[in-house]
């Protein structure tokens, strides 16, 4: 078992980190959460896998009631949040009582985005089920919905309790997903862990030690950053660009940033701040994790990128690497950013 602490001026909280945890889930739960009742959310295809299992295993202690909604990106949504609101209202929910998201990204957002405005706020926990979740979204505490057709546009900031990971969970991820998590596991050990790029060259199997390995990196920039002011910002290292190429292409968040980041090592290369070897050093993981590749000229994407939401007033954040394990954010003001490409 490994453990991960979140520590915070408020509301610190654990990873825990386990194989086979979900069969232990009562006794780690129970550990913080004084209440009766919980109330799983989960979507149609992760409930066919999980839900039976995890409803049975918590009713040895608890009073479980479940609200399942469909799968996929279009439950980010304001419709079903309404709804989601509306079945835990009928279902009598109380202002102390625990939401327990399980199931991946979409999942986590939503969850925490209820958890985060229902009565001003309950107490919630995830159980992030897909690679990507378990890697990115589910620690940290950024809630949301998409809206207008733009993603997370609507959200807040609001920490889980607890967040329960167990490795079993990837043995049913299609291929293509599990891809997807290792875009945002690789990038991490890019930006701030070399000893896990090293683990990965042996391609190990993705289990509590890699995982681990993974979470340390996005636990010390929240950590240094909570409200993603700064430093949190290295996270979107590879997401500058790979946004700009995500929706048009219509790929994989975490395949879009694998590419993202072979744009943003080009364009530190052409500036001659980013070690030439790193990218055929990136070429390398991507081709063992057969994660396939074309490189983009990040030049053309320069428009998109403008309208990226995370540029603060005319400031584009760059994320650019000198060596693996050393990111850092280079600040261009639009108006430069023209002469500077
Ligand atoms: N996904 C980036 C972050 O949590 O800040």
Known sequence: MKRVKIQLKKNSYEIIIEKDLLSRLSFFIAEIYKNKKIYIITDDQVAEFYLQ???TILEEKFIVEDVIVPHGESSKSIETYCSVVKQ??????????????????????????????????LPYMSIPTSLLSQMDSSIGGKTGI????????????????????D????????????????????????????????MLLSKP??????????????KHLVEADEFDQGERMLLNFGHTFGHAIELKYNLKHGHAVALGMLMAIHFGIDLGITNKEVYSKILTILNLYEI??????????????????KNIAGVIQFVL????GKAFLYPVEESKLKELL
């Open 53 to 55: 299992k995890v409803r």
């Open 88 to 121: 835990l209202l009928n279902k009598n929910i109380r202002r102390n009582e625990l939401l327990l998201a399980l199931g991946g990204g979409v999942i986590g957002d939503l969850t925490g985005f209820v958890a985060a405005t229902l009565y001003r706020g």
């Open 146 to 165: 998409d809206f207008d057709e733009r993603k997370n546009i609507i959200g807040c900031f609001k920490q889980p309790k607890l967040v329960l990971i």
């Open 167 to 198: 490795p079993n969970t990837l043995n049913t991820l299609p291929v293509e997903e599990f891809k997807n998590g290792m875009g945002e596991l690789i990038k991490h050990a890019v930006i701030g862990n070399p000893k896990l790029f090293q």
């Open 205 to 218: 199997e993705i289990d509590e030690e890699i995982i681990f390995e993974s979470l340390t990196v996005k």
């Open 292 to 309: 396939s590749y074309q490189e983009y000229n990040y030049k053309a994407y320069v428009k998109d990128i403008v309208y990226d939401k």
């Open 321 to 324: 690497l000198r060596d693996i």
